[in-house]
């Protein structure tokens, strides 16, 4: 018998520069860099992994970056916005950060929020991020240690976020589905449970304790445009490929459309679109048999931000012809921690 999803594995956006938007994640959000890597159906695209200490499932954030592509546009049936856990009363901290760092910062009300205190912004190619409070745990990546963590080299350069404030994992997806009950059918099959609603927001819930959070919008919106500032999918977390394949079949006779099980070198995965349009990929929580024997998806062999290329074995005869074609970029923070800045650069 198939077993309810506890919540959110990762979710996937598409965004313009490698670089900055590295920096936005790495440095201002202080995630870590927990994967370079490429695009497995185009291997001359990026495909950049950011998360926890460990990058566990329920706090990664993944990106494709597409210098060159046309802007995106959140719609339907697409997310409208990916919302990170921060812990309570770290706001006014985000707030001054954000600002300082020229982001525009923006208050969500509480009482549109299911009483959940938040700010939005936007990272440079335009994708609506959230830092939502929670009390969830998490394993956040942080430098050392906050005392130290104040002690930058210059006004100039970065400050490591404190652990006290440190972004915990995913809090959660706001979606745009062309048919808000069957996105809602969808939910329910996967252990999603209504939890209420206000206005045109509709707020379900996993049964887990972290990355939990999916709502869903019931309003007039533009069709979704992929490219740089649009989401792509969000993907929930199923234990094995066993399940998976359960999960498979269970979709397949249902009507719906499901790919086949994909392995992704660092899980397995599917994805199935549903009644709603949207774009879900179920993957799992145990690493595939030919992928890093690990707790989450960091490099286990380095310390801080990932700094080398990862490919898997089918891509490695053209490493060198990749590398050519991929933009350098180095963000701070590229030894122990989120933000410090490397001194050997």
Do not use: C
Not at 85 to 94: E, F, I, R
Not at 211 to 230: F, H, I, Q, S
Not at 238 to 267: M, T
């Amino acid at each position: 018998m198939l077993s309810d999803t506890p919540g959110l594995h990762h979710v996937t956006g598409i965004v313009g520069d490698a670089g900055a938007n590295a920096a936005f994640y790495a440095e201002t959000l202080g995630l870590r860099l927990l994967r370079r890597t490429v695009n497995y159906e185009d291997s001359h695209q990026y495909h950049l992994y950011f998360g926890d200490a460990t990058g566990s499932p329920g706090s990664v954030f993944t990106v494709f970056p597409d210098p060159h592509g046309d802007p995106g546009r959140a719609g339907k049936p697409g997310y409208a916005a990916v919302a990170f856990a921060v812990p309570p009363g770290s706001l006014d901290y985000w707030r001054e950060r954000l600002t300082d760092r020229g982001v525009a910062v923006e208050d969500i009300s509480s009482s549109e929020r299911f009483g959940d205190r938040a700010l939005s912004v936007s990272d440079p190619s335009g994708t609506r991020v959230e830092l939502v409070e929670s009390d969830a745990d998490g394993d956040p990546w942080i430098d050392g240690g906050a005392d130290d963590a104040t002690d930058a080299d210059s006004a100039s350069e970065p400050d490591p976020v404190p652990e006290s404030t440190a972004i915990r994992g995913l809090y959660g997806v706001t979606a745009l589905p062309t048919d808000p009950y069957g996105t809602a059918s969808v939910l329910d099959t996967l252990g999603f449970e209504y939890e209420a609603e206000t206005g045109d927001r509709i707020r379900y819930r996993a049964p887990g304790d972290h990355a939990t959070v999916v709502n869903l919008l019931d309003r007039d919106a533009p069709y979704l445009r992929e490219g740089p500032g649009a989401l792509h999918h969000a993907a929930v977390r199923i234990p094995d490929r066993d399940a998976l394949l359960e999960w498979h079949d269970l979709f397949r006779d249902r009507g719906y459309d499901v790919s086949r099980v994909k392995d992704r070198h660092f899980f397995h995965s599917l994805y199935v679109r549903g009644p709603g349009g949207l774009l879900v990929e179920l993957a799992t929580e145990a690493p595939t048999p030919d992928g890093p024997q690990t707790p989450g998806l960091a490099d286990p062999g380095v310390t801080g931000h990932a700094t080398e290329l990862y490919l898997p074995p089918r891509f490695e005869d053209d490493r060198e012809l990749i590398e050519s074609q991929l933009p350098d970029f180095e963000i701070g923070g590229g030894g122990d921690g989120n933000t410090r800045p490397d001194a050997d650069r």
